[in-house]
């Protein structure tokens, strides 16, 4: 694990999805960053979440930077919690023959394009002299080289996808805003409803609680600088195989 927290936020944070890990984090910010107004932000709005946010829906991305502009402070982080693996009419698939096209368009859709538009829609807070930190879930089987046991097509994909658009923003915003950070983290398995049809064969051990996976999610955070931009790392801090 990583070494005690070395970074100081002051001012706005928003954490996109508040399900198991993102309420985890929010709340795991608050406890750890005094300084930090930290909002959240979900499809269901108030009062599950700070503010309502479809991340797949352009006309709400296209009113946020409004929304947090509005709450006077410097936007700080924006850490995007927001992911599908499975759901009505969605299932990983095992073998080529469950492959489908709108099966692949919803994994792509919340896993890979919805964080980048999400950082899209927050650019025009960014400040060229002020420190600022995206990050975004990502997945150990999101990662190609690490990939031994095949299946889970769609998922696996839109993940790398996320990996390769995440880590060209931050080239771009080393170049445009010095100061930012651009993280993809994955937390390891967590008892969330995500990971909860497919953890029978997970160690005891293994299985993190989201208070847990947030605590150590927020210590790698918080060691990240901008000469670090664009790792992909786990969530005790170790880089992953792309």
């Not at 509005?70 to 919690?81: D, I, K, S, Y």
């Not at 990050?135 to 990996?163: E, F």
């Amino acid at each position: 694990m990583v070494e005690a927290a070395s970074t100081t936020w002051v001012g706005l944070a928003l954490v996109v999805g508040p399900g198991g890990i993102g309420s985890a984090v929010a709340a795991e910010l608050k406890r750890t960053c005094p300084d930090l107004k930290v909002l959240t932000a979900g499809r269901h709005g108030p009062p599950a979440s700070s503010l309502h946010l479809d991340i797949e829906n352009d006309s709400d991305l296209d009113g946020l930077s409004a929304s947090l502009d509005a709450e006077g402070l410097p936007l700080r982080l924006v850490f995007n919690c927001s992911g599908r693996l499975h759901g009505p009419g969605l299932q990983p698939e095992k073998r080529l023959q469950q492959v489908d096209r709108s099966q692949l368009e919803q994994q792509f859709g919340i896993n890979a394009m919805a964080p980048i538009l999400l950082a899209k829609a927050i650019e025009p807070l960014l400040q060229r002299d002020q420190p600022f930190h995206f990050a975004s879930l990502s997945a150990r089987v999101g990662s190609i080289g690490d990939n031994r046991t095949g299946g889970w097509y769609g998922y696996r994909a839109a993940k790398a996808a996320q990996n390769q658009l995440l880590r060209c923003l931050s080239i771009e915003w080393a170049r445009r805003w010095p100061l930012a950070t651009v993280s993809l983290l994955h937390p390891g398995t967590t008892d969330t409803d995500l990971s909860r049809p497919f953890q029978s064969f997970v160690a005891a051990d293994k299985l993190f609680s989201p208070e847990r996976a947030a605590r150590q999610l927020v210590e790698v955070l918080l060691q990240q600088t901008p000469e670090q931009s664009g790792a992909f790392l786990a969530w005790d801090g170790q880089s992953i195989d792309w």
